[in-house]
């Protein structure tokens, strides 16, 4: 169900309702991604051009910016965990499914005497004072530009490459099912104030260091296609282990879209890229052509995320992750 009249009207009274002096902290999801660190950095500039003089935007564990988001507008408001506002007037969250993925910042947003929720997961498991939260939207940076426009802010050209980088990153360059006329509507619209959609493109996808590319060659080298999986659908999943960054001298953002040849494989309607984050500690991403609904067996394992595009923290080796999945596909299946 996307917002009700009530909701968006309860969100506009609880931005305005808030004084320009206030401290307003905006926290997005850990280990952020283009449409976190856009809806969040994107409504931020809003919030300065409303009169807005105290804000701060963060994200919990380690602060490092991929390096296809260094250049996003607003990063300036951008502040680690560490110094963020201890005891905001207003919290606002962007683009978390679940407060687990707020951290150590999870207890900002429940004693704040205003919050605000912009999301689009499915699997939101409903947080916050103020919720808008709308599955049929293919970014929060969608949501984030709705309420903006709610409040008089027009966009501008900062604005609208925070927005812009959001709504390219979780449509997957255009491609994915919930890029609809309304989503194309939007990107003229932020393309029209003058951002330059081949050059964003070019930073946030089509660059990458030479050794990411190398890792990436071994990491797809060692793939595996099990036919049978998935009810015969098939499954195709590789792995990416800490000393494989650490051998190629690479971050571990460069990670983050390797799912991405590996759900290209034909003969698998489900993909999984296992990438090491700890001892025996993995994050799984999950993806599907269509035929399965991931997001249930991601919600299974205490992770989230949408029917074709889902994820979790897995342990132990990862055999022993893959096969947990293999097993949840056919439970799921029957
Ligand atoms: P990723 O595979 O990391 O690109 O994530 C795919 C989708 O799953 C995104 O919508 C994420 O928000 C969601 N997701 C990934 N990992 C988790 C997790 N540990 N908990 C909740 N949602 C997750
Ligand atoms: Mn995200
Ligand atoms: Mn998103």
New binding site residues.
Partial sequence: MSPSAEQWAAAVAAVRSAGAGDEVLLIC?V?P?GDALGSMLGFALGLRRLGFTRIQATFPGQFSIPDPYAGLPGLDLLVPETDAYGDPGMVMVF?V??E??LGGLAGRLAAAPRSVVLDH?A?NTGFGQVRLVDPLAAATSVVAEQLLSRLDVPLDAEIAECFYVALAT?TGSFKFDMTTVAVHELAARLIATGIRPGEISRRIFDSKPFGAMKLTGEVLGRAVLDPAAAGGLGMVWTYATLSDLERYSQPPYVL?TL?DPVRSVAEADVSV?VKQVGTREW?????SKGAVDV?GV?ISQ?????RL?????GFGEPDDVVATVRRLLDDFLN
Avoid: E, K, P, Q
């Fill in positions: 999801h280990n991604d683009d499914a679940s687990s993925r997961h699997s979780d983050d799912i890229l994050s799984v991403s999950l993806r997001s991601a205490g992770g989230g995320g949408h595009a889902a994820g979790f923290t």
